[in-house]
């Protein structure tokens, strides 16, 4: 398959996340529950794709900054889908995904300036373009400003968090990819945050897992496995720079479309101009 099949795969699991963390948080479900079953599951299923220990772990054992790399990974992954779930809620799902999706200017200026990756003048329009659109898709733009705790500060740390979060992940395809399959990378990354969501739960001493829980868990998990592996086989056949526009740009309209569809959610002229722009972007981005 080629690069964009997998930027649009990426995408697709991206919004199916968004659409089950918003039932979760509609529903009044425990979102940290929910996340850890949902990195029990993702774990799990990463570990067998990988074959186990038999075909992905490294003959002498993993890198020390692999280990280093998949810890900061865990954290960054199920603290942004803790602050993710929250804003689908509050600020919109279409809105939500459009302040993680500007953030892809941390993994580009990362693939650019340390790792040299070359772009076309069309490409560096498009990249330039993505900043723009995104900016007008992102309502009451001077909210936090006047409230400092309004739940519009939920954009600013999904922006922080996706865009480290992607960084690390170009990290590993550069430094790691050769020597440990994405897939038993992925697992211990994914079991990272699952000891973190039951660190939480054990302080917490909230242990009780309704069913509607432990099914969104599982239904959440798998698209969330897929989407870091598509991410990762789209970042090795393709310029890191075009694959973080690609996939945000595209998960950007599908979650705008979902939120239109299924949550009522509504656009301004501004925004509408935005998702104009956007597929401009994804023109000249190809």
Known sequence: MGGW???ILCSATSVLIAHFLKVVESKGLST????T????VAATTAFFLSGGFSSGYPADGFP???YILAVITGFFF?????IYSKSVFYNGVGISIAAMRISLIIPVLLSTAWYYDLLSTEQWLGVLLVFLTLFLLLPDKWKMLKEPFSAAWLLVLLFLGTGIGDATLKIYEVEFSRLIAKE?????VFLVSFLIGL???????KWKFTRKEIFLGIAVGIPNLYTTIFLIEALERMNGAVVYSGVNILTVLGGTLLGLMRWGDRLTRVQ?????LTVVAILLLI
């Open 5 to 7: 099949a997998f930027i």
């Open 32 to 35: 940290v529950r929910v996340l």
């Open 37 to 40: 079953i949902n990195y029990a």
């Open 64 to 66: 020390g900054g692999a």
């Open 78 to 82: 199920i603290a942004n889908f803790f």
């Open 184 to 188: 038993l990378f992925m697992c211990f």
């Open 199 to 205: 660190t939480v739960l054990f302080v917490q001493n």
């Open 272 to 276: 509408w101009g935005g998702i104009f």
